[in-house]
T-cell receptor, first 110, second 112 residues
Framework: RKEVEQDPGPFNVPEGATVAFNCTYS??????FFWYRQDCRKEPKLLMS???SGNEDGRFTAQLNRASQYISLLIRDSKLSDSATYLC???????????FGSGTQLTVLP | EADIYQTPRYLVIGTGKKITLECSQT?????MYWYQQDPGMELHLIHY???????EKGDLSSESTVSRIRTEHFPLTLESARPSHTSQYLC???????????FGEGSRLTVL
């Protein structure tokens, strides 16, 4: 079993839709969690950290469920520019112990 | 925007050649990383540095080597390139232990 698992998609949604991604992790000792965004043939960029209490940044909401060992990302009012691959990243304790998921591909259609 | 730069962006080279991928950051970050990513696949850590003169191998075995003589510079070297080394190599840096990384634009290596 992979340490971090994501539904690869692709998710094809119309502009304005709400879309949600889940990510599960296997190591219960994982300490911090992130969502990164990676555009086609580009480098990953940090989208948001995921806090235990949940957090929101504009149209993006991230949540953590430690009991079930998953994190989620909700995107409201999808824009064409949201089309990208979304990477779930889990930290087991130090910066060298990051595990990247293989990503969920999102395409927002006009 | 993050200030981390990689050169070359694209490199096509023959088998057996020595190559060095350059990575520089101007943010004063102590921690720097090299990741390898094949198309549609996960990033895998191949090298890590805590600071000057401190390097260690990552989770994915790699024939490449790195050095960290200056805080801002973290080059990766392949002594003898092979087709199996064809991949994208991403350099990153961070100021903290938590996992908030800044990535360079990557170096796409093709070995013929």
């Amino acid at each position: 079993r992979k340490e971090v698992e994501q539904d690869p998609g692709p998710f094809n949604v119309p502009e304005g839709a709400t879309v949600a991604f889940n990510c599960t992790y296997s190591n219960s000792a994982s300490q911090s969690f992130f969502w990164y965004r990676q555009d086609c043939r580009k480098e990953p960029k940090l989208l948001m950290s995921v806090y235990s209490s949940g957090n929101e940044d504009g149209r993006f909401t991230a949540q953590l469920n430690r009991a079930s060992q998953y994190i989620s990302l909700l995107i409201r009012d999808s824009k064409l520019s949201d089309s990208a691959t979304y990477l779930c990243v889990v930290n087991r304790g130090s910066a060298r112990q990051l595990t990247f998921g293989s990503g969920t591909q999102l395409t927002v259609l006009p | 925007e993050a200030d981390i730069y990689q050169t070359p962006r694209y490199l096509v080279i023959g088998t057996g050649k020595k190559i060095t991928l350059e990575c520089s950051q101007t943010m004063g970050h102590d921690k720097m990383y090299w990741y390898q990513q094949d198309p549609g696949m996960e990033l895998h850590l191949i090298h890590y540095s805590y600071g000057v003169n401190s390097t260690e191998k990552g989770d994915l075995s790699s024939e490449s080597t790195v050095s960290r003589i200056r805080t801002e510079h973290f080059p990766l070297t392949l002594e003898s390139a092979r087709p199996s080394h064809t991949s994208q190599y991403l350099c990153a840096s961070s100021a903290r232990e938590t996992g908030e990384l800044f990535f360079g634009e990557g170096s796409r290596l093709t070995v013929l």
